[in-house]
């Protein structure tokens, strides 16, 4: 007697279809698959790479309280201003218990919960495969192949998780604000890195020349490249000046589709993101070996000084 059916609320490929279809409770149980990990979530991802590719995702980043979520919010209102659709992946790498839920200074954009040209969801780590720097990249891949034009992509900070998160990106923005100086000392070649648009948010405060000066000066020093991020300012929390802020990014995606350069940085995370899977999968097989009779022979030679540790390493690893 076959089987019967998976229900659609655990089968990967039944809510993949589903969510295709406009089912907006079967993308957020999507979303949760990738983000657990396992057959099924690579089931997902198999799925989705094949449909993907032809949204534009749009990462920002920065210190906390720098903004972000403020400025997010007022994006989404102006992409849906000019009628676009928009999903968004509010990322904490720090949480193992958002799941679904909108996270703390994130609930502002409940306002755009009942509108169906935006789809918003707040991301953590709970056992994919690479941590969520991965599982990010799947998910954009997820909202794209669903048919959402543009993903925004949101992180909690600055810390070399939600750089690689924010650069997974095809325009990351780098958000600060007035007088940021010794606050981020530490992460500023990160940022400069990364950074495709740079936004000084909270621009009704003192400090915003010194503060633009102080960025234009970090560009000059850096390596020189076909793109200069521009310096926008603005007030996210009043609104003023965001639509500058989208039409730099806009202006950052045409002068890439225009020179070739984001099919370039496309096939440049892929690769990136392979040599990234296949040194995670070689992580996890080396510490099975860790566990192994093996090891506990090679450990008690060793620490009886019959095999030095590189000998017992080759041991291990080539499996003599």
């Given at each position: 007697m076959p089987a019967p059916p998976r229900p659609i609320r655990r089968d990967p490929e039944a809510l993949f279809k589903a969510a295709r279809e406009g089912d907006r409770t079967a993308l957020a149980r999507m979303l949760s698959v990738i983000?657990?990990?396992?057959?099924?979530?690579?089931?997902v991802?198999?799925?989705?790479?094949?449909?993907?590719?032809?949204?534009?995702?749009?990462?920002?980043?920065?210190?906390p309280g720098a903004g972000k979520s403020t400025l997010t919010d007022r994006l989404?209102?102006?992409?849906?201003?000019?009628?676009?659709?928009?999903?968004?992946?509010?990322?904490?790498?720090?949480?193992?218990?958002?799941?679904?839920?909108?996270?703390?200074?994130?609930?502002r954009m409940q306002d755009h919960a009942l509108d169906a040209g935006v789809f918003i969801r707040s991301m953590a780590s709970r056992g994919h495969l690479g941590g969520l720097s991965l599982a990010t990249r799947e998910a954009i891949r997820a909202l794209e192949a669903v048919g959402l034009p543009l993903v925004l992509v949101e992180t909690v900070g600055v810390g070399q998780v939600e750089v690689e998160i924010a650069g997974a990106a095809d325009t990351t923005v780098v958000v600060v604000n007035p007088g940021w100086g010794d606050a981020v000392q530490a992460n500023k070649a990160g940022l400069l890195e990364i950074a495709d648009v740079f936004v000084i948010n909270k621009a009704d405060r003192d400090g915003?020349?010194?503060?633009?000066?102080?960025?234009?000066?970090?560009?000059?020093?850096s390596a020189p490249s076909a793109w200069?991020?521009?310096?926008?300012?603005?007030v996210a929390a009043t609104g003023?000046?965001?639509?500058?802020?989208?039409?730099?990014?806009?202006?950052?995606?045409?002068?890439?589709?225009?020179?070739?350069?984001?099919?370039?940085?496309?096939?440049?995370?892929?690769?990136?993101?392979?040599?990234?899977?296949?040194?995670?999968?070689?992580?996890?097989?080396?510490?099975?070996?860790?566990?192994?009779?093996?090891?506990?022979?090679?450990?008690?030679?060793l620490l009886e000084r019959r095999?030095?540790?590189?000998?017992?390493?080759?041991?291990?690893?080539?499996?003599?």
């Open positions: 983000e657990r990990g396992g057959e099924d979530a690579r089931t991802g198999r799925l989705a790479f094949v449909e993907s590719g032809g949204g534009y995702a749009v990462g920002l980043t920065g210190a989404i209102a102006t992409i849906r201003q000019g009628g676009g659709e928009v999903g968004v992946l509010a990322v904490d790498p720090s949480s193992p218990y958002s799941g679904g839920a909108i996270l703390g200074d994130r609930v915003v020349r010194e503060t633009e000066q102080d960025l234009r000066r970090m560009l000059e020093m200069t991020p521009p310096i926008v300012s603005c003023s000046n965001v639509e500058e802020v989208w039409a730099a990014i806009e202006s950052h995606r045409a002068a890439q589709e225009g020179d070739g350069s984001l099919v370039q940085r496309r096939e440049r995370r892929l690769e990136e993101e392979l040599r990234e899977i296949v040194l995670r999968r070689l992580e996890v097989q080396a510490w099975a070996r860790l566990k192994d009779d093996r090891y506990q022979e090679l450990l008690a030679d095999v030095d540790p590189y000998t017992a390493a080759a041991a291990l690893t080539e499996g003599d």
